[in-house]
């Protein structure tokens, strides 16, 4: 029942939350410095049961407004969920963020407003650079996963296939493929 509830919660949340603009930069891992909580209640919540951490990479198709386009979704280790749920937050790197090569060949990452990570399905929010709002919701196929990952990726099968809305565009059907990252 307190798990419903949780999850409940976090739902309503995710679907209400006021979102707040975190720059995205080059990240190290493990750098630690302050990051902007959301503006209501705890917006991070997770449940996996299954190892999702990784990289999932968009095929060809262009996800972004203008010269901007998605890159990868970053899922990581169930350690990094703990810290960053208890408060130990960077101000470049999260548990669960999108890339986004911008025009120039930068890359700006966009870290979680929001976020609700199950074995099923990644939800996230968060604000772009430009104050876009961006969500994602991503349903996992397990056994595409679990394939790619025996493999160490290499597999064009999606694993994840989203919905990904910034600002006033809406992209459907997105599909991802794992990769397990340098």
């Not at 209640?41 to 990784?54: I, N, P």
């Amino acid at each position: 029942m307190r798990t419903i509830v949780l999850l409940t919660a976090v739902g309503l949340t995710l679907a209400g939350c006021d979102l707040v603009n975190t720059p995205s930069k080059p990240a190290e891992r493990g750098v630690e410095t302050p990051a902007t909580a959301p503006a209501r209640g705890d917006a991070f919540a997770h449940s996996q049961t299954e190892d999702l951490s990784g990289y999932y990479q968009v095929g060809e198709a262009q996800i972004g407004p203008g010269d901007y386009t998605l890159t990868h979704l970053f899922v990581g280790q169930a350690q990094e969920f703990a810290d960053w749920e208890n408060g130990k937050r960077s101000a470049t790197f999260a548990p669960v963020m999108l890339e986004f090569l911008a025009p120039g060949e930068t890359t700006e990452r966009v870290l979680p407003d929001s976020y609700s990570v199950s074995d099923g399905r990644i939800r996230m929010t968060g604000t772009g650079s430009n104050g876009d709002r961006i969500s994602f919701d991503g349903q996992l196929n397990a056994g595409t996963l679990a394939t790619a990952r025996r493999n160490l990726g290499g597999s064009e099968e999606p694993a994840i296939t989203a919905t990904i809305r910034i600002g006033d565009q809406s992209f459907s059907g997105v599909k991802l493929s794992w990769y397990g990252g340098d």
